[in-house]
């Protein structure tokens, strides 16, 4: 089994989103609704004059785009799989460079037409935008919406735009190999299915991942379940295997690829309870009418679809499900160290962007996207579930499955991260 990656995977098609879908309808209405998030911010600032965007001969608006949306170079990561919107340009010796934030990705090629642009809106989930590498007096960012939406508001993402990681073999010319299969990569993919498609920088100790694989044959090669993938383990540098310094940095770190996975799921499912409890509430609204039922008449149906999407939420930001580690993960950009600096930190110095990479991912297993203002800004009815359930599994008194991997000290400790730093767990 192998991993690849496709991530703001815009194919061009035309029409490829139809009128009818469940998102482009109220109360949703996607591609009508104006986008609230830190890029449309910068858009603004573009067009009032507040922000500037500096062209770089080599790297174009890349270095001062990631600047002005405080998004670290050490995030880089390095694709090689042909699967985004500039797959011509993506090789094992062209890679493309992915790089986010808490609440930002970007996407880079060499030479490429555009950077590919994505936000975590929270309202919207997704949102998606291009900026032209052509050096221009004003460059603009303009946002996409139908063309992307194949991808990223598949069935797979239950038709709320997101963000996908999927698996695949790579051939050498960077092709992905169908017939062998695809998976979708979450927090609970073992490592060993992880990062096919990927270069991938840092330690792990006897670990294995299909990172730094590339294929020898060509798309038809009969893939053999055991792939000897010995040479790409544990590497500190890329050395031969494509110009490092057509990038900004040469590394592609393991912290980094773990942090992605985690987060573009999280940011999914946030996007999800939001969407399935505006339309559960738009759907009751119209009933109620209907049927001469009360304004505030609240039906059972309503109830079960905001439970069932906020528990899922809950699950996740536990790490209910998380792959276990079996040696410790050390990256090599100084990732770990820039993402653990932000956040709020309680009266002890914890939070919850602490790494673990010794048993699990983080020391204190909740989600810092409870931080998030796509968290925060979820419904009242969905947000005031999913920290009524919280309160219940750190407390104790949900001992369920789903939360036997969370120790009475786990417990105990965000408990008391949560009670300091949320400013939403008062509610």
Known sequence: MVVAAVFLACFLQPGSAAADDEYDKPPISYSQTDAVNTVSRLVDGLKSGTSHLRFNPDFGYLPSLLDALQVPVSSQMLVFSKTSLQRHRISPQTPRALYFSD????????????????????QLGAVFYTLSQQEAAAPQIVRQSDNCMICHASSQLKQVPGHLVRSVFVDRAGLPVL??????ITQSSPLEDRWGGWYVTGTHGAQKHLGNLVLPGGQQQIVPRDVDNSAGMNLAVLGDRFDASAYLTGHSD???LMVLEHQAEGHNLIARAGYVTRQALHYQEALNRELGEPAGHVW???RTRIKNAGDALVEYLLFSGEAPLTDRIEGTSGFAADFAKHGPRD?????????????????????????????QALPVEVLNHVLGRLREVLSGKDQSKPFAHLTSADRHAVLEILRETHPAWSL
Do not use: W
């Not at 609440?103 to 929270?122: F, K, M, R, T």
């Not at 017939?179 to 979708?184: L, M």
């Not at 939070?351 to 409870?370: A, G, I, N, T």
């Open 300 to 302: 059972d149906s309503t």
């Open 347 to 375: 009266s002890h110095g914890r939070s919850l962007r602490d790494f673990d990479l010794e048993r699990r991912m983080f020391k204190h297993p909740c989600s810092y996207l409870v931080d998030s203002p796509c968290f």
């Open 179 to 184: 017939s062998a299969g695809s998976h979708r």
């Open 103 to 122: 609440n930002v990705y970007v996407g880079y090629c060499q030479n490429g037409e555009v950077l590919e642009i994505s936000a975590a809106d929270p």
């Open 254 to 256: 393991i912290v980094a």
